[in-house]
């Protein structure tokens, strides 16, 4: 696609709940990450890969998080058994080359979730 | 301490005036430096990338400085439009592309 698409751009969640967060990049970009953004605060690294290999996860703030991209394109970023600390914004983002040099990260409008 | 500081904001300036912005980072290692702007409840997107020899875009300036390890981001004759959040950016070295940022400083252009 012409940009990176998230899916949904809203969620709800009552605390206790799993959500699945879907990510499309754009069509041939190797890289994807996903960041983590609290109101008032920059991105915060969450997890990334290239191409179907999740090559660092070190960002995932417990293991209730997971993330996924079996194909090399879309991909799932899931929270499980939501807490209201995880209320935030979740920005997807993919660059064509892997690695430093040609990295020009290109966003999604993020999915914006509220955990009640 | 944060790998990647900004000074707080909010900044608010009047039309036309000049506003600088300072990033420091903690990572010697770092090897490539961005600023993005993000407006309000959108995502962020990439303002220009940040060489060691400086570089301008118009009214936008970016320097960094390796040796004090800040990069900076001047705007001159700041216009209503440039109301928004500025986010730098700093690629370490060897970790697979990923971007560490800092906290963003509001700016908020007066007329």
């Known amino acids: 696609g012409a940009g990176v698409s998230q899916s949904p751009r809203y969620k709800v969640a009552k605390r206790g709940q799993d959500v699945a967060l879907r990510c499309d990049p754009i069509?041939?970009?190797?890289?994807l990450f996903w960041y983590q953004q609290a109101l008032g605060q920059g991105p915060e690294f969450l997890t990334y890969?290239?191409?179907?290999?999740?090559?660092?996860k070190s960002g995932l703030p417990s293991d209730r998080f997971f993330a996924e991209r079996p194909e090399g394109s879309v991909s799932t970023l899931k929270i499980q058994r939501t807490q209201q600390e995880d209320s935030a914004v979740y920005l997807c983002?993919?660059?064509?080359?892997?690695?430093?040099?040609?990295?020009?990260?290109?966003f999604g409008a993020g999915s914006r979730l509220t955990v009640l | 301490r944060k790998e990647v500081e900004q000074d707080p904001g909010p900044f608010n300036v009047p039309e036309g005036a000049t506003v600088a912005f300072n990033c420091t980072y903690s990572n010697s290692a770092s090897q490539s430096f961005f600023w993005y702007r993000q407006d309000c409840r959108k995502e962020p997107k990439l303002l220009m990338s940040?060489?060691?020899s400086g570089n301008e875009d118009g009214r936008f300036t970016a320097q960094l400085n390796r040796a004090s390890q800040y990069i900076s981001l001047l705007i001159r004759d700041s216009k209503l439009s440039d109301s928004a959040t500025y986010l730098c950016?700093?690629?370490?070295?060897?970790?697979?592309?990923?971007?560490?940022f800092g906290q963003g400083t509001e700016l908020s252009v007066k007329p």
């Open positions: 890969f290239q191409n179907e290999a999740q090559l660092d």
């Open positions: 950016a700093v690629l370490p070295y060897n970790q697979g592309g990923k971007l560490i």
């Open positions: 940040v060489y060691s």
């Open positions: 983002a993919s660059s064509l080359h892997p690695g430093p040099g040609a990295n020009v990260l290109t």
């Open positions: 069509s041939g970009h190797v890289s």
